[in-house]
């Protein structure tokens, strides 16, 4: 049931769209550092938050977003379905989703059309470096970070820490083909990883498209037992599948980093 539903109409053709569910300070701070960017960039924001009883959360501050609230049934986080039910009510052509404690530069985000037209999956980052919580205060206070790709973190990272739904943009008519966010993954972690899989399916060609130019921040949260205890639960869903994380090492090195090695 949806408690709050505003009718999103916009001209421009991405919607940037921010899945919620019960901040912890961490994740409230980065969320608002986050905010505080959006304004430099023209895409209309859409928070959406998934809520069980009442939010008492207030965004009102920032005027250039929109914040959605839908119910669920149960108390538990569906990620995937709070996507797919915010999907319906976004008539822009593409949806670039953004968790909350992830923060880039969004205004650099230069993606040619033809990209668009021919890709219907972008990732718009290169690589998503995790921060202390030390990092991400002293993050908070400065205007315009920088992270430097040339940093022996970074050669030496395994491919499959590149990829991730941190910050992916989706045509919504082919995410909608593809079956959308798979429902059965509920909390937090590789609900992500199974839409890599049903966007490649067995096709013999790349399917995203990687801005290899852009490169953004996972900043510090809190990791509670209950993300824990989903994560491995989720992770085992994900085998039942068939699907393999070390698939996508390869996948990642066959079609979009060929001069990469890794374990």
Known sequence: MIIVHKVLKY???ITILIPIYKLDVYRLNNLKYILQHLSRCSYPVVIAEQIHTTSTLDLSEYANITHVKYK????????SWLINTTTN????????????DFYMDFAKLCVDESVYS???????YYYARDLTHSQTV?????????????????KQSRLIN?????????????FIEIGSMNENYVGWGYEDYDLFFRVHGNSDMP??????????????HNTSKEIDSTGKKNYKILQSYGYS???????????YYMDWSFE
């Open 72 to 79: 669920n049934i149960t108390n538990k986080f569906n990620k």
């Open 118 to 124: 021919k890709y219907n999956f972008i990732q718009p």
């Open 138 to 154: 002293k993050l908070h206070k400065t205007d315009t970070p920088v992270v430097d790709c040339s940093q022996p973190e970074l």
């Open 207 to 220: 399917k995203y498209y990687i801005d290899k130019t852009n490169h953004g921040y996972h900043m510090y």
């Open 11 to 13: 001209t421009v053709s």
């Open 245 to 255: 994380l070390q698939n996508v090492n390869i996948i990642l090195k066959k079609y």
């Open 162 to 174: 590149i990829y991730g739904a941190l910050s992916y943009i989706y045509n919504k008519e082919s």
């Open 89 to 100: 009510d976004i008539t822009t052509s593409h949806i670039w989703v953004v968790d909350c």
